[in-house]
């Protein structure tokens, strides 16, 4: 369902974007170049007007069916997602603990790695020389 919906949204943009390049720029030249009116002959189908009313149309409608599809697959895409919690991204089954220490999960979730951290000794600093080491050049 998700593929087909795509599919088509592509094609609606491939649309949507040749029906903008068709339409008549503010300045007057269209892609007939030169500020022609781009047909004429079948009774006022495809005059300036006519042709600007047909591509304004089908502008809205192609603009409407984007939308729509746009929404459509953000719905499904948010359908089967569900609310998690950021301290439950990684756990998995509680595992016993020794006597005196809290049980822990499987994989280590955040919580479970801020408690080692905690639990871990503090890393011993190397002691500072008594006076300050100086290169010596030769």
Same mark, same amino acid.
């Given at each position: 369902?998700?593929?087909?919906?795509?599919?088509?949204?592509?094609?609606?943009?491939?649309?949507?974007?040749?029906?903008?390049?068709?339409?008549?720029?503010?300045?007057?030249?269209?892609?007939?170049?030169?500020? =022609?009116?781009?047909?004429?002959?079948?009774?006022?189908?495809?005059? &300036?007007?006519?042709?600007?009313?047909?591509?304004?149309?089908?502008?809205?409608?192609?603009?409407?069916?984007?939308?729509?599809?746009?929404?459509?697959?953000?719905?499904?895409?948010?359908?089967?997602?569900?609310?998690?919690?950021?301290?439950?991204?990684? =756990? &998995?089954?509680?595992?016993?603990?020794?006597?005196?220490?809290?049980?822990?999960?499987?994989?280590?979730?955040?919580?479970?790695?801020?408690?080692?951290?905690?639990?871990?000794?503090?890393?011993?600093?190397?002691?500072?020389?008594?006076?300050?080491?100086?290169?010596?050049?030769?």
């Amino acid at each position: 369902m998700q593929a087909v919906l795509i599919v088509v949204h592509l094609l609606i943009v491939l649309a949507l974007i040749g029906v903008v390049l068709l339409q008549r720029s503010e300045g007057g030249l269209g892609l007939g170049g030169g500020g =022609s009116s781009g047909g004429g002959g079948v009774g006022g189908f495809l005059t &300036g007007r006519g042709q600007a009313n047909a591509l304004t149309r089908a502008t809205a409608i192609l603009a409407a069916a984007f939308f729509a599809t746009s929404l459509a697959l953000g719905i499904l895409a948010h359908r089967g997602t569900a609310p998690r919690s950021i301290f439950e991204q990684n =756990s &998995g089954p509680a595992t016993p603990a020794a006597p005196g220490q809290p049980a822990t999960t499987g994989q280590g979730g955040v919580l479970d790695e801020l408690q080692r951290q905690q639990q871990a000794p503090a890393p011993i600093a190397p002691a500072a020389p008594a006076s300050p080491q100086v290169p010596q050049s030769r």
